[in-house]
């Protein structure tokens, strides 16, 4: 099957929340199209979604929104436009989307644990704990002073890692709309 069949036999993820992957393969949507490999597997399901496995990592994602792909290299960026994927199979373009998912997630992971090495870590005491309290209850004060649509970006964004013109895509805006939201966070 190709992308472009698989994209007309799902349905429209817009305005639906993202599920869990245990939300999705225990739910009553059915599955599309799957594809296994050797360490993981690919599924599609027909309310859009793509659940995403390789090895003990996976990722649930927005399988309509996989269109076209930029890739960095060492001095430039290149673009595979969308049309290229909607030709070829199914699973092709998915599979990117999801490897970057997991890569962007482990990131995200490690970079929570990082610290700058200096005399203060040292001396990590219970104002430490007292500290991670504080900010937890100032984000909630933070969002609730947000509009619906910046706490949606805000986890678009940072949570599910969608890029900026994803964003733009799903709400049908310029990407400039969805930077101007994201810096007024």
């Known amino acids: 099957m190709k992308l472009k069949e698989l994209l007309d036999s799902i349905e429209s993820t817009k305005g639906k929340t993202l599920p869990t992957a245990k939300a999705l393969r225990n739910g009553s949507s059915p599955l599309v199209a799957s594809k296994e490999f050797e360490d993981g597997y690919l599924n599609v399901y027909k309310n859009g979604f793509a659940l995403y496995t390789s090895g003990n990592h996976f990722s649930v994602f927005r399988a309509d929104y996989c269109g076209g792909y930029i890739y960095f290299n060492s ?68 969002f609730s002073m947000m509009t619906q649509r910046q706490k949606e970006v805000f986890e678009m964004y940072y949570i599910q890692g969608l890029g900026v013109q994803e964003i733009a895509n799903y709400y049908g805006i310029t990407h400039q709309a969805v930077s101007v939201t994201l810096s007024d966070i």
């Open 75 to 142: 001095d430039s960026q290149e673009m595979i436009i969308e049309e290229y994927f909607l030709e070829e199979e199914w699973w092709l373009r998915l599979i990117i989307e999801g490897e970057d998912r997991i890569v962007h997630n482990k990131n995200k992971s490690t970079e929570q644990y990082e610290l700058e090495y200096n005399d203060e870590i040292e001396s990590l005491t219970r104002s430490s704990v007292e500290d991670e309290v504080y900010f937890h209850e100032t984000l909630k004060l933070i």
